[in-house]
């Protein structure tokens, strides 16, 4: 296990449409988070996992959002009817409670 | 509300020179302070992770310290290489998530 993985790595889509990402932590860490940056800012916290339960979710987590982290391993983050302000860096962590976060490499969206 | 402030936004050295980066918070109520390195384009590189009980921690050329009393934390970096040229973002953890300045943008030439 090399680390954080994120699934894909760049999607353009049309304003409108679905898209899912897909994130697989490092295998042992129980906590996995979500983060979203944009141009010249740095990441800002969009929702938490603990194990399989979706504990925290941010304000920036409007209801076109969704996110699930079934039996506690993989995570797959949603976003309905895609906006151009939805174009951003999408960004996975995970960790061990108390412990040192380490982060994906992110899935570079653009809505067109 | 904790806010987490990065300065200089953007600096430029020549190779070898030895630098120092700053990061302030605005609430000293911290459970630890992470320093990370993102490269264009790319995720963020976890440097180094200094728990509120630590006063610094070091990793090669790096060197991390924390003052929470005045909210400070400096990123010293030694003998810098053109390798270094990233942009170095600070971040708190205070309640569940990580809250992050907006960084400082590093370029060495050689």
């Known amino acids: 296990d090399t680390g954080v993985s994120q699934d894909p790595r760049h999607k353009i889509t049309k304003r409108g449409q679905n898209v899912t990402f897909r994130c697989d932590p490092i295998s042992e860490h129980n906590r996995l988070y979500w983060y979203r940056q944009t141009l010249g800012q740095g990441p800002e916290f969009l929702t938490y996992f603990q194990n399989e339960a979706q504990l925290e979710k941010s304000r920036l987590l409007s209801d076109r959002f969704s996110a699930e982290r079934p039996k506690g391993s993989f995570s797959t983050l949603e976003i309905q009817r895609t906006e151009q302000g939805d174009s951003a860096m999408y960004l996975c962590?995970?960790?061990?409670?108390?412990?040192?976060?380490?982060f994906g490499q992110g899935t570079r969206l653009t809505v067109v | 509300k904790q806010e987490v402030t990065q300065i200089p936004a953007a600096l430029s050295v020549p190779e070898g020179e030895n630098l120092v980066l700053n990061c302030s918070f605005t609430?000293?109520?911290?459970?630890?302070l992470q320093w990370f390195r993102q490269d264009p384009g790319k995720g963020l590189t976890s440097l180094l992770l200094i728990q509120s009980s630590q006063r610094e921690q070091t990793s090669g050329r790096l060197n991390a310290s924390l003052d929470k009393s005045s909210g400070r934390s400096t990123l010293y970096i030694a003998a810098s290489q053109p390798g270094d040229s990233a942009t170095y973002l600070c971040a708190v953890k205070a309640g569940t998530a990580l809250i992050f300045g907006k960084g400082t943008t590093l370029s060495v030439s050689s």
């Open positions: 609430d000293s109520a911290i459970y630890n």
């Open positions: 962590a995970s960790s061990i409670t108390g412990a040192e976060a380490f």
